[in-house]
T-cell receptor, first 112, second 115 residues
Framework: KQEVTQIPAALSVPEGENLVLNCSFT??????LQWFRQDPGKGLTSLLL?????REQTSGRLNASLDKSSGRSTLYIAASQPGDSATYLC???????????FGTGTQLKVEL | DAMVIQNPRYQVTQFGKPVTLSCSQT?????MYWYQQKSSQAPKLLFH???????NEADTPDNFQSRRPNTSFCFLDIRSPGLGDAAMYLC??????????????FGPGTRLTVT
């Protein structure tokens, strides 16, 4: 059974910092991995999808990497802004279908 | 512009009173999913439809049922809500199943309160 861990659980940084969010998963036989953002009381917004054949994927100030063999993915956020404050969730695809297993997320607060 | 729509956004029901949550999509995707997310927890998959084929997760309680009358709509029925069923319910879609190049798109969620 896939288990997903995200570290740290919470993070508070001043505006402008570059930061790294970590995701680890126990079953490395994944197809792909998706990163999401969740604002308080809201649904999930897809940020990046990394294919199993890729090692990195970039969108604006976001860069995600995937190392299947070690069971890890990282989300790098450059020049953080207060609007980045949210919970970030990673979810590898497992089980031979579009089955996402979620971590509990990293709650990010970017302060002015 | 909205792609995955959930109604209502907030639902209050009484203990034991059946409730139905609605999801619709404008993406014409084949797959629709229902997730349950309790406070400070990870979203947990309840079931999904691939076209008209229903796929239940092994640990989803019998109290939860789903209907998909057409491609655009999917409903979550909770037959006898208990206090432990209070949660955010998230609907998601993807274009195809077993093709992991397609990402999942989520709706805004329905917050269910059970009194």
């Amino acid at each position: 059974k896939q288990e997903v861990t995200q570290i740290p659980a919470a993070l508070s940084v001043p505006e402008g910092e570059n930061l790294v969010l970590n995701c680890s998963f126990t079953d490395s036989a994944i197809y792909n991995l998706q990163w999401f953002r969740q604002d308080p009381g809201k649904g999930l917004t897809s940020l990046l999808l990394i294919q199993s054949s890729q090692r990195e994927q970039t969108s604006g100030r976001l860069n995600a990497s995937l190392d299947k063999s070690s069971g890890r993915s990282t989300l790098y956020i450059a020049a953080s802004q207060p609007g980045d404050s949210a919970t970030y969730l990673c979810a590898p695809f497992t089980g031979g279908g579009n089955k996402l297993t979620f971590g509990t997320g990293t709650q990010l607060k970017v302060e002015l | 512009d909205a792609m995955v729509i959930q109604n209502p956004r907030y639902q209050v029901t009484q203990f034991g009173k059946p409730v139905t949550l609605s999801c619709s999509q404008t993406l014409n995707h084949n797959v629709m999913y229902w997730y349950q997310q309790k406070s400070s927890q990870a979203p947990k998959l309840l079931f999904h439809y691939y076209d008209k084929d229903f796929n239940n997760e092994a640990d989803t309680p019998d109290n939860f049922q789903s209907r998909r009358p057409n491609t655009s709509f999917c409903f979550l029925d909770i037959r006898s809500p208990g206090l432990g069923d209070a949660a955010m319910y998230l609907c998601a879609t993807s274009r195809e199943y077993r093709i992991s190049t397609y990402e999942q798109y989520f709706g805004p969620g329905t917050r269910l309160t059970v009194t």
